[in-house]
């Protein structure tokens, strides 16, 4: 796995997309009390990169969440490593994730949050993986949709390697 995967999106195209979605997070949230929240480790550099983009006060604040382990499938079962340090009750959340696949994950996390009494809960989501669902899950701002394969790069790793590619990569199999 030294050589480097062959680009499915630019750096050119994502940062296109991140500032169109910026713009629109922009002026649905004129008034609002935004929180950014980031979704370690995969979604750091969609995170920092979006925040460039949204012309708003904003705080930010990290969860991590795994269902992966070190493999490149989803095992199922969900647990939070690292939660929130701010108090989120009546706030406008916007959870900002990497990569949704079979949902599972998406689905906890965002059932977890809703419990803690925001006033808004939505979900930004750079890469889409539809053909992976097994959990519906309600994306507001949606960067791409993928195929159905093991996508790095862009925060995005496979056993912690290809997360500082400035793209996003496919993993060929074998």
Same mark, same amino acid.
């Given at each position: ?23 629109? %997070? *922009?002026? #649905? $949230?004129?008034?609002?009390? !935004?929180?950014?929240? /980031? ?6 550099? @969609? +995170? ?55 949902? %599972? *994950?998406? #689905? $906890?996390?965002?059932?977890? !949050?809703?419990?803690? /009494? ?6 930004? @989501? +750079? ?48």
């Amino acid at each position: 796995m030294s050589e480097k995967p062959p680009v499915l999106i630019s750096q050119e195209e994502i940062e296109s997309r991140l500032r169109d979605l910026g713009g629109e %997070i *922009t002026r #649905d $949230y004129q008034g609002a009390e !935004l929180v950014m929240v /980031g979704i370690l480790k995969g979604a750091f550099m @969609v +995170l920092a990169d979006l925040i460039r983009f949204v012309e708003l006060p904003l705080r930010i604040d990290f969860m991590a969440v795994s269902s992966y382990g070190m493999g490149t499938s989803s095992s199922g079962a969900v647990s939070i490593i690292k939660d929130l340090d701010l108090d989120v009750r009546g706030r406008d959340l916007l959870v900002v994730e990497d990569i949704v696949d079979t949902g %599972i *994950t998406l #689905d $906890y996390l965002m059932r977890t !949050l809703k419990a803690r /009494g925001p006033s808004s809960l939505s979900l930004f @989501v +750079l890469l889409d993986k539809p053909e992976a669902r097994k959990v519906p899950v309600d994306i507001r701002y949606r960067g791409f949709e993928v195929p159905d394969r093991f996508i790095v790069g862009y925060g995005l790793d496979c056993g912690e390697r290809y997360r500082e590619l400035p793209y996003i990569g496919v993993l060929e199999e074998g």
